[in-house]
């Protein structure tokens, strides 16, 4: 008879299951404007929480996507913003807040400074002691200044009016704050961005909006100089998907894209476009005295098209007949006049009324 034998191997441990790590949300600033409001679409879709951070002087609470949290207020109030990061800790942070007036931005400079500069500081604060793993930076062409064009990102930057220098500035900080803290960081400089949920009511920016506006007012068109200022115009479906999507791309970390359109046209002949598309019948080309901006401007894509896959789909004729048709749905703007003109002397007359 055989005895039986007492096995002293130990039962094999049992394998606790995996830890999964619970997604943090995303920081918007600037959600409920144009542009961020599509981003902050885009990013929902991906399956995103997020957070929306606007003080409606340029938005609307109604673009704001009804899955995100909205909360209002300005990025200039720090002690916000040190109590949103606390809240949230959020994992990455879109900052597309921006009162982007180029051409005021010379009568408003303080404004400018306290909004453009002095509140993305209290982000990157933030987004340093909180461990955030990207700042993604909405900057703009307005950065390279004037003589640059097509504008590479390469350049030496050389802006030359207060907006421009402000959105430098903060590419610089982000730079710093790589070197010194290790926050990665994204850097898009868009231009002349047009479509869906535009204020079309702000005379003071967006030019493509200001005439829409005037054509259903019955207004004429006002156009500084001879109108042969040169831009491309970039719908937004072209641009939210790429800003919003390259938190996922790790190859953009730590770089600058210029992003938008490749084929550049003409104030005039834009605004012979956008007569033909709206229909108008009263409305004329009206011309003003030359403002001192940049009479050239447009970006070389390079750099986007080979990181992010960049391709821009909607040529301009149908994205102006998309906002054209999204305008007259909604009805004529009524703008607010800038009440805090710091600087009057040689202010543009038509700024005036």
Known sequence: MKKKTTSTKEP???????????????????????????????????????????????????????????VKGSVTDDKLVQKLFKKYKFEHVFHLAAYAAEGLSHFIRKFNYENNLIGSMHLINASVNHSVKCFVFTSSIAVYGPGQTPMHEDMVPTPEDPYGIAKYAVEQDLAA????????????????????????????????????????????????????????????????????????????????FNLGADEAYTVKELAEKVLKIMDSKKSKLEFHDARKEVKVAYSDHTKSKKILNHATKVHLDEGLKRMAEWAKLHGVKKGKKFKNIEVKHNLPPFWLK
Request: hydrophobic share 40%.
């Open 12 to 70: 094999a441990a049992k394998k606790s299951p995996k830890k999964i790590e619970k997604k943090r949300p995303v920081l918007v600033t600037g959600g409920a404007g144009f542009i961020g409001s599509h981003v902050v679409d885009e990013l929902i879709s991906m399956g995103e929480k997020v957070v929306v951070l606007d003080d409606l002087s340029g938005g609307f609470l109604k673009n704001v996507n009804k899955k995100a949290i909205f």
């Open 177 to 256: 704050a790589l070197h010194m803290f290790g926050l990665n960081h994204i850097i898009f400089r868009p231009h002349n961005v047009y479509g869906e949920r535009q204020n079309i009511g702000d005379k003071y920016r967006n030019v493509i909006g200001i005439f829409m506006n005037k054509i259903m007012n019955n207004e004429h068109l006002p156009i500084f100089g001879d109108g042969a200022q040169k831009r491309a115009f970039t719908h937004i479906e072209d641009l939210a998907p790429y800003i919003a999507r390259s938190i996922y791309n790790p190859a953009a970390y730590n770089h600058v």
